[in-house]
């Protein structure tokens, strides 16, 4: 197993009823890098990204995380190992505030004659360096998520991942409902994550954001990996024709 | 604020600080309050005396109590309906334990709470492991609870109770009502209990987003049975105090509580959604209800005016809510919005 490789999934197959969803897919993820995960709708990339969680258990491969053979049977035995997914439909409370959203599940907490009170000054001076690490723009760790644009809310999920020590971040079309200037501030973001060392797989059907910002581009048609581009010397056409056309050799 | 300000930037400060008092839910009720009491204050003499300002007090603390407890369930996302049924059968046991089973005052309270704790705990592991809706299941176990009752008492009352099972309801602290200074403990005890608790939090996040919260891994069915378990012990002590502002024993104690407190937290601005709402927002609710009770008193209006106005305070409340959540506005109302 080499340690280069932050992940490693090794022919991973799952079947829905008479759908071969994915078959026998190899995915290797660079420690500290971005690696882009393309595909038309139905390629299987949530798919494969569900098995990496351990919210879908494939029905063939492995899957190694740092080097260790992991056995993922729920998303928290993933957590344990370092990863995080953030989804399309966000996690997190509205009705709560930001550090409440970044501190979710492990709270600071004082007990006082039995009584579990939350350590809020801590949490929110510990979210407020969180987020300034993360250069993540929002004001106060105060705020209620429910005044923010969605990309906030977006920034919010991550800085929760990354507060969990998440190294390893899996993100599912991120972009997907935001605007011009939000996508941006977000990829930034993502960049910058890249550059503190995280390890993060971006599914995305915006192809020229990981362009922009990926490493390496990973393409899946029809279940199947078509092929790993370096972005360095990649175009647009090139990935497009993959996700269309596939392989062009048509070897297995 | 500094001197060398401009005018402009001081009007804009002072906004900003306007916006962020009003970001706070309760600031709309608080206002709406205040202003009520102030015109009151001003147009009626018999309104502004001490001992009608006490009255309103003693009238809501035993609505206040129990609608501090339907706060937290209407948080986390359901509904209490069982609380007036479970304060008469508390206040019914606590009163028969001391006349039947010849317990002191002091145990027969406890005995009566105790009543509550069970009812509470039944209703939360009704909701969270058996996962029954809460409103049709609460709304079920509360004619079980009020069966009960009847049943123990053959719909018979007790009267003349002794001083130590009234006191809560009648006695003093010094000059003060002992119901009001009770009202004030336990919403302070619930405010804490909701914003600085971990409990608290959790009650927020499963109001606010269940299956973030299942996702988390937090043991969402204890905090309910928690939560129901409380409310339950709150309706049995405001049935206890309601036992002792009544000074006898009647079976049918607690009917027609639940609506004004539900009313009270609907008008504090509790979201019926979940996740939103506040023991401070309540009490103000509740307020605003016993002035308006009141007014109808001291501005000899026809009493019966008191469903009606309550009534119309929940739907105003409702339309209110609606609109800041953006899920209404003129152009739906007016037909345009195709």
């Known amino acids: 197993m080499s340690l280069e490789h932050a992940v490693e999934m090794r022919g991973i197959s799952k079947r829905f009823g008479n759908v071969q969803a994915l078959n026998g897919v190899d995915l290797e993820l660079r420690r500290g890098e971005l690696l882009g995960l393309v595909g038309d709708n139905a390629a299987g990339k949530s798919t494969l990204m569900k098995t990496l969680y351990g919210s879908v258990i494939p029905d063939a491969g492995e899957i190694f995380v740092e080097g260790q053979k992991a056995a993922l049977r729920n998303p928290r035995d993933a957590q344990a190992l370092g990863l995080a997914m953030i989804y399309q439909d966000l996690a997190v409370f509205n009705n709560l505030d930001v550090a409440a959203n970044v501190f979710t599940g492990r709270e600071y907490t004082r007990r006082v004659l039995g009584i579990t009170f939350l350590d809020k000054k801590r ?106 581009l370096n972005v360095e010397d990649s175009t647009l056409e090139d990935v497009e024709y993959l996700i269309v056309r596939g392989r062009s050799d048509g070897s297995g | ?231 339950g012990f709150l309706s049995a002590l405001g049935g206890i105090v309601l036992l002792g502002r009544v000074g006898n024993a009647l079976p049918q104690i607690g009917q027609g509580l639940l609506f004004p407190v539900v009313t009270a937290a609907i008008v504090g601005g509790t979201l019926l959604t979940g996740g939103v709402g506040s023991m401070a927002g309540t009490l103000i609710g509740a307020a605003i209800m016993g002035i308006a009770r009141n007014s109808l008193v001291v501005l000899q209006l026809n009493i019966y005016l008191q469903d009606i106005v309550q009534g119309m305070l929940v739907v105003v409340a409702l339309l209110i809510d609606q609109f800041r959540r953006g899920e209404l506005n003129w152009r739906i109302i007016l037909g345009r919005d195709r």
């Open chain 1, 123 to 228: 949490m929110y001076n510990e979210s407020e360096a969180l987020l300034s690490r993360l250069r993540i723009n929002i004001s106060s760790p105060k705020l209620l998520v429910e005044r923010m644009s969605g990309g906030q809310r977006q920034m919010v999920a991550v800085a929760r991942a990354i507060g969990f020590d998440a190294t390893i971040l899996i993100m599912d079309e991120p972009t997907a409902a935001l605007g011009v200037k939000e996508a941006n501030t977000l990829l930034d973001l993502m960049a910058e994550l890249r550059d503190q060392g995280i390890s993060i797989i971006l599914i995305t059907h915006r192809i020229t954001d990981v362009l922009s910002i990926g490493d390496r581009v990973m393409v899946l048609k029809g279940g199947e990996r078509q092929g790993i």
């Open chain 2, 1 to 231: 604020m500094t001197a060398n300000q401009t005018p402009a930037a001081r009007v804009e400060s002072a906004r900003a600080r306007v916006r962020e008092l009003m970001a706070h839910r309760e600031s709309g009720v608080f206002l709406a309050l205040v202003v009520f009491f102030v015109v009151m204050y001003t147009v009626s003499p018999i309104f502004r005396r001490p001992f009608n300002l006490t009255t309103i007090l003693r009238q809501i603390s035993v609505t206040s109590i129990v609608a501090m407890g339907q706060t937290l369930v209407i948080v986390s996302g359901a509904f209490d309906l069982s609380q007036g049924s479970i304060a008469g059968l508390a206040a019914m046991v606590t009163a028969k334990l001391w006349k039947n089973a010849g317990l002191d005052p002091p145990i027969a309270i406890i005995g009566g709470l105790g009543v509550g704790v069970l009812c509470g705990f039944l209703n939360g592991v009704l909701a969270a492991r058996f996962r029954l809706h809460p409103i049709v299941m609460t709304l079920a176990t509360g004619a079980v609870f009020l069966g009960v009752n009847f049943y123990i008492t053959r719909g018979e009352s007790i009267i003349g109770l002794p001083d130590g099972l009234t006191w809560l309801g009648r006695g003093l602290i010094g000059p003060v009502p002992a119901l009001i200074v009770l009202m004030f403990v336990v919403a302070f005890l619930m405010h804490i209990l909701l914003t600085r608790t971990l409990f608290g939090l959790r009650v927020r996040m499963i109001g606010g987003n269940l299956k973030a919260s299942q996702d988390v891994g937090m043991n969402v069915e204890r905090i309910r049975v928690g939560i129901f378990t409380l409310s």
